[in-house]
């Protein structure tokens, strides 16, 4: 625990737009000066479109979060610290892939609405 | 390190269900169970009066540009007759301020028609009640005939800013639709056993569409040790609430893994 509050914690951020209905795949990769991932957590432009929205997450070629999973679990509410927040993992960074499949079934939206999405990677850089 | 696994189940018409799902074979140890409902429906609209915000820097600004400045210099205050000094101030002084006012204060929010509404609604504003409130309430004339110039020009200006704002319910608002958030309801019990003989949880009331809060709050700890290929068996008892839409239950294992 001692060993966590000496490292240095960074955020990586991953945005994408999602339009209503639609199943977004990003890919790509952790940050290389980030030595492992500790937590993630994500935010919408529009908290309308929680519900019915779901994602699974791979980071390091491992699935982390499974299919299915609503979006609402690891959504980022106003009164929560990023501490309490952030979803727990324990992977890998240094440039190791990262996959979110996020599907968008909303019932909430207006036709042909769109949003943003951020996903948070809460990294840590080990102190040399 | 602790990884998840999703059940989704969709109880057709309304009905109950029973069934078993194999659980991963890593999973030998289940650490908390969450359980959720969502029924899909059709979101209504509705109308919501949003507040803009107040462009306090935006009409001060406003106020100083030269066209308004230049504007309020002594011609005003010094007329013989408050009558004749009531007459120039609409004449001259009024059109510009409502001009400036109407075509500056714009937000990037609204498109061209509301755009235009509230342009329309500032103008309606001012030139109705604009002269009333100066020339009685503030007494702007007799108040006038012993100032500076300059704290004439600065009144008015102070004035305008104060009339907005004690109008701003009626200017700055928009009325947009939105969806409205499905009503949560029980819709009936869920009991979870273990390889067929071990509760995890017995009889308990799931509610549809409550509001899920973030995934740390809503796991119920649980220490279940399990054999290699054990399974889990859901039984669901509705209780009719659902009125024929489709029930989604998501039950999330969390569990321990090497």
């Known amino acids: 625990m001692e060993?966590?509050?000496?490292?240095?914690?960074?955020?990586?951020?991953?945005?994408?737009?999602?339009?209503?209905?639609?199943?977004?795949?990003?890919?790509?990769?952790?940050?290389?000066?980030?030595?492992?991932?500790?937590?993630?957590?994500?935010?919408?432009?529009?908290?309308?479109?929680?519900?019915?929205?779901?994602?699974?997450?791979?980071?390091?070629?491992?699935?982390?979060?499974?299919?299915?999973?609503?979006?609402?679990?690891?959504?980022?509410?106003?009164?929560?610290?990023?501490?309490?927040?952030?979803?727990?993992?324990?992977?890998?960074?240094?440039?190791?892939?990262?996959?979110?499949?996020?599907?968008?079934?909303?019932?909430?939206?207006?036709?042909?609405?769109?949003?943003?999405?951020?996903?948070?990677?809460?990294?840590?850089?080990?102190?040399? | 390190m602790k990884r998840y696994f999703v059940i989704t189940h969709q109880p057709k018409d309304n009905g109950h269900l029973n069934v078993q799902d194999l659980l991963p074979a890593s999973c030998k140890l289940i650490t908390g169970i969450a359980v959720n409902a969502t029924v899909k429906q059709s979101g209504q609209l509705e109308d919501v009066t949003e507040n803009l915000s107040f462009p306090q820097a935006l009409i001060s600004g406003l106020l100083k540009s030269e066209s308004i400045t230049d504007l309020?210099?002594?011609?005003?205050?010094?007329?013989?007759?408050?009558?004749?000094?009531?007459?120039?101030?609409?004449?001259?002084?009024?059109?510009?301020?409502?001009?400036?006012?109407?075509?500056?204060?714009?937000?990037?929010?609204l498109d061209i028609t509301e755009q235009q509404e509230l342009s329309d609604c500032i103008a309606e504003l001012f030139s109705t009640q604009f002269t009333d409130y100066l020339y009685n309430e503030v007494e702007i004339f007799p108040k006038g005939q012993y100032m500076s110039d300059l704290s004439f020009a600065d009144l008015i200006a102070q004035q305008t800013l104060l009339f907005t704002y004690i109008k701003r319910e009626d200017i700055f608002l928009r009325t947009k639709q939105v969806y409205k958030q499905p009503e949560s309801y029980e819709c009936g019990n869920i009991s979870l056993l273990v390889n067929g003989n071990s509760f995890l949880l017995r009889d308990y009331m799931l509610t549809a569409n409550r509001n899920v809060r973030h995934m740390s709050k809503e796991i119920m700890p649980f220490h279940e040790p399990l054999d290699v290929n054990s399974s889990i068996h859901t039984v669901f008892k509705s209780n009719k609430n659902s009125d024929g839409r489709t029930l989604t239950l998501r039950i999330y294992i969390e569990y321990e893994h090497e």
């Open chain 1, 3 to 128: 060993k966590t509050e000496t490292n240095i914690q960074k955020l990586q951020v991953v945005k994408f737009e999602v339009n209503k209905g639609d199943t977004f795949e990003f890919n790509g990769n952790t940050k290389t000066e980030h030595d492992r991932v500790k937590g993630i957590f994500l935010r919408l432009s529009n908290p309308q479109a929680l519900q019915g929205a779901t994602l699974r997450v791979w980071l390091d070629d491992t699935e982390i979060i499974p299919d299915d999973t609503e979006v609402a679990l690891l959504h980022h509410n106003d009164d929560m610290s990023i501490k309490d927040v952030a979803f727990p993992v324990d992977e890998k960074a240094k440039n190791s892939p990262v996959r979110i499949i996020y599907k968008d079934n909303s019932e909430n939206l207006a036709v042909e609405d769109s949003y943003h999405v951020r996903v948070y990677l809460l990294a840590e850089v080990d102190k040399k």
């Open chain 2, 72 to 109: 309020f210099y002594s011609y005003l205050r010094t007329r013989s007759s408050e009558a004749e000094s009531k007459e120039f101030f609409e004449s001259d002084i009024l059109p510009e301020i409502i001009q400036v006012l109407s075509s500056g204060i714009t937000y990037s929010c």
